[in-house]
């Protein structure tokens, strides 16, 4: 049961690129939650209040940029280090080597052309073949 869900989740086609999207509009709130919930009140403990809506330069809101900003920033760090990272360890964690394919075809010194690896004569100059 388990190992039919993970190929399912490791797969790369359309149907999980959908289920990605409606995962990740979903999650969006998590996210945003956690940086506005979380991270911004850690950071204003530290620091003092984060909210920096009260700069304008020649009346310009220059701080809601900022805020916006930042916010972005904190949850582009969030996705990063609470997604895509586990992820990716998790991703690198099933998938399996490919293994190394042998040459099926070696080359006649003689004439130079591709003959098959089991062959013990050359099919174009008749040469033998070690």
Sequence with gaps: ????????????????????VIMGGAFGAVVTSLVKDVITPIIGNLVGKPDFSAIAL???MVGNFLNALIAFLMVA????????????ALMNRF??????VPPATKTCPDCLSEIPVAARRCAHCAQLVS
């Design 77 to 88: 760090a969030s996705v990063y280090f609470f997604i895509v990272m586990p992820a990716n």
């Design 95 to 100: 998938m399996k080597p490919v293994p190394d």
């Design 58 to 60: 020649n009346h310009v």
């Design 1 to 20: 049961m388990f190992k039919g869900f993970r190929d399912f989740i490791l797969r790369g086609n359309v149907l999980d690129l959908a289920v990605g």
